[in-house]
């Protein structure tokens, strides 16, 4: 986190507002959750906790959009925001105010907040006229016929009268305050990547409108309406109260603890609204931390690829407990992370059904079973309920810090070894067996002192994991004759938490399953509940021209099995999309400017999870040139021709490699994860006969990143390298005479 709070015992954390030109998925569910988790352990922890979540309602493409689904952009925003709340009340998330762009006090702040800059002279009218992307929202340098560097798609040219902001004054105070606040922006990739693009140099931004009007006008000059970043951005303040006559809110919970983000629109958290705050008067957040993208089987999430997953799917089967645990326990916070029905079940078998969920059955059987159902006095220690203890002791100690620096993962691995130690301390005491050289005397003290240390180590655990599965530890703490854990949860249980809670006595609830192991058809049923419905959702993205998917041109391509061209060699030397890998050795790694980072396909200017159109068209057939005649020399082969926007279609980006292994069983094939700056990446690569693996690491290359994943030797590859093919030679990886930065893309 970062410094002192000015509130020690208040707590206000935001999610993104999530766009409303597509329903929810689990990308937004991941973020959603991770701000639930957060909410519930501070609340636990006696901490007065504000937790926000909403949607973000204006811009050009939701008044386009709505044209096309041939309804008003009002009732076009109103029927996506109420899908996203009622998943968010579906899944039980406890949100304490979900704000909508669209709302009388979001217009009244923003129209507030606008005046203001424009009177502390930050704001001054002029005119723009450039390139735009109406998917993104953004604008874009370059000349007309520019793509968008976000997404790719072409820009249109918009030329109006505009209002700008004076961004570029902010450039030295911006880099001034994250030198003295190093933990204001999280992970270290987007701390990196802020700093560099700041660094860069900054221009005025426009923060108004003329060419379309659905938006919130500016006061005073309502023929402009607010530049939706600028309005999006103020959610966080006007949920508060900002603008109103009743600001007490705005007085109590700003600034915003954690601003919780998509890692595609750091440099709108991270530059602009800190600056938009800083010339207005007003404190800026302590932190803003950016999430990794949610990919589905090793591909982006994309409607068009009909690869979406929603959250509902995993709750209907197997619970929204499970999704909760998974998302948090596979999924690094920060990273990039693979969701695939297969490693869900696995994991809610191997941790949930056969770790958690068996320990507390067993557990509380057997109380019910040898002590009717009460806690038995434990009596005097032995070195393995010592052992345990200690196990619990240390588990309260580490927990807390590692979850509150968002290493979730980390947390509930290092508690999951409470659980295993619990139940290998079962397993050796077994009290539910008697030896035949025990008394019954004796044996009676062992199962009560086993089965009282098991049940206290339960609790310590199942208080723990509280704010991650919130359904099961409530039903567990009723197991334990600890009533409703909702209460002790209002009452700041876990401020206070320590050995020794569960006393003598305690009369056990009913034991109750909690994770029936899941079967094998439970893959086949949520598998079949996807299918449906992205078949639904790709027939719908065909129709809308909004968010149609950006498809990838035909290309050339080397078999990455065997590493030779497909198409014919040229005779002279050419850059060939090969799966070839890296240039120039020996350089630095470096970060890419946020704005070289690819954001998502039509979904978030708030949004959480970016679904970028990857590639879909198949390669082309190869070219082959017509053969010389006879006698004849032979001519320069004759390469098919493509306009310009094909070949802006192609997203050639600078990586940097950082693993290379050769393939077992494929002689001629190399593995390789590659760093894009923005992601990490695996990709496979026919150049195991010319490049030792050893001698590749540290290379920078160059990747087309945006083909469809392929499969290769049960490996997938997600990109294909670049490099010159000279007749009857090896392959020549492409590279850089001078430092580029990783995830910049070749134009």
């Known amino acids: 986190m970062t410094e002192t709070s000015p509130h020690p015992n208040r707590f206000y954390l935001t999610t993104p507002i999530y766009y409303v030109n597509a329903r929810p998925h689990l990308g937004h569910a991941y973020s959603t959750i991770v701000c639930d988790a957060i909410a519930r352990r501070k609340r636990a922890l006696g901490i007065e906790t504000w937790f926000l979540t909403g949607t973000d309602e204006h811009g050009q493409k939701i008044e386009r959009s709505a044209k096309l689904a041939g309804c008003t952009p009002q009732e076009f925003a109103t029927q996506v925001a109420a899908e996203f709340r009622g998943l968010w009340d579906r899944l039980g998330l406890t949100y304490d105010d979900f704000i909508r762009t669209t709302e009388e006090r979001h217009r009244r702040g923003v129209q507030k907040l606008f005046a203001t800059l424009r009177d502390r002279g930050f704001i001054y009218k002029g005119s723009y006229t450039g390139q735009y992307c109406v998917s993104d929202e953004a604008y874009v340098d370059g000349p007309p016929g520019t793509p968008c560097p976000d997404c790719g798609r072409p820009t249109e040219t918009v030329s109006e009268e505009n209002y700008f902001f004076k961004l570029s004054a902010f450039e030295r105070r911006l880099l001034e305050f994250y030198e003295a606040n190093p933990g204001f922006m999280a992970p270290e990739s987007t701390r990196r990547e802020v700093i560099s693009f700041v660094r860069s140099g900054l221009k005025d931004l426009s923060v108004s409108r003329t060419s379309f009007s659905w938006g919130i006008p500016v006061p005073g000059d309502e023929k402009h309406v607010v530049y939706v970043w600028l309005d999006a951005l103020a959610n966080y303040i006007t949920a508060l109260g900002y603008g109103s006559e009743d600001d007490e809110k705005f007085r109590k919970f700003w600034p915003a603890d954690i601003h919780l983000i998509g890692k595609e629109i750091s440099r709108f958290h991270c530059v602009y609204w800190p600056a938009f705050l800083m010339a207005a008067g007003i404190p800026v957040p302590r932190s803003v931390r950016a999430n990794g993208w949610l990919l589905f089987d090793q591909g982006k999430m994309s409607k068009s690829r009909g690869n979406i997953v929603r959250a509902e799917t995993v709750q209907d089967v197997l619970g929204a407990d499970t999704l909760r645990y998974f998302l948090l326990r596979e999924i690094p916070f920060g990273q990039d992370g693979n969701f695939s029905f297969d490693a869900l079940v696995q994991r809610y078998n191997g941790d949930l059904a056969n770790g958690y969920g068996n320990l507390v059955s067993r557990v509380v059987n057997m109380v019910h079973k040898y002590f009717a159902g009460e806690v038995p006095e434990a009596g005097a220690e032995t070195q393995a309920e010592a052992a345990l203890r200690a196990s619990a002791v240390g588990a309260i100690a580490s927990f807390g810090p590692a979850f509150d620096e968002l290493d979730f993962s980390e947390a509930l691995k290092n508690l999951w070894l409470l659980v295993a130690g619990t139940d290998g301390y079962l397993t050796a005491n077994a009290p539910w067996k008697k030896p035949v050289d025990r008394t019954d ?214 990586a940097q490699i950082l693993v290379a292994e050769r393939v077992p069983k494929a002689d001629k094939l190399l593995r390789l994860e590659v760093d894009l700056g923005y992601e990490k990446r695996q990709i496979l690569a026919g150049i195991a006969q010319y490049y030792e693996p050893e001698k590749l690491i540290g290379r920078k290359i160059v990747i087309v990143a945006n083909l469809a994943p392929r499969k290769m030797r049960g490996l997938v590859s997600n990109g294909m390298l670049l490099a010159a093919s000279l007749e009857g030679g090896a392959p020549v990886l492409a590279g850089f005479l001078e430092e580029v930065p990783l995830g910049a893309r070749l134009k």
Not at 569 to 593: D, I, M, S
Not at 600 to 625: D, F, G, K
């Open 441 to 654: 005397a004796d044996h009676r003290k062992l199962q009560a002192r086993v089965l009282a240390t098991a049940a206290e180590a339960i609790r310590i655990i199942t208080a723990l994991v509280f704010p991650i599965l919130p359904d099961a530890a409530a039903k567990v703490w009723q197991q334990l004759g600890q009533g409703e854990l909702a209460d002790a949860a209002g009452n700041g249980f876990l401020k206070d938490l320590a050995w020794g809670g569960l006393k003598p006595g305690t009369k056990f609830g009913e034991p109750a399953p909690l994770f029936p192991r899941a079967e094998k058809d439970a893959i086949e049923r949520m598998q079949n509940l996807e299918d449906q419905n992205n078949r639904t959702a790709v027939e719908a993205a065909s129709k809308d021209e909004i968010v149609a998917p950006s498809h990838a041109p035909a290309a050339t391509s080397v078999n990455p099995t065997t590493g030779t061209d497909k198409t014919s060699v040229r005779a002279h030397q050419k850059l060939t999309p090969t799966a070839a890998g890296p240039a120039n050795p020996e350089q630095p790694l470096n970060t890419a400017k946020v704005d070289q980072v690819p954001t998502p396909l039509a979904s978030s200017r708030l949004n959480s999870t970016p679904v970028p159109a990857p590639a879909e068209a198949p390669l082309a057939p190869p070219v082959t040139p017509a053969p010389a005649a006879q006698g004849q020399e032979a001519a320069t082969p004759q390469t098919q021709q493509i306009t310009i926007d094909d070949f802006a279609k192609v997203d050639l980006c600078v």
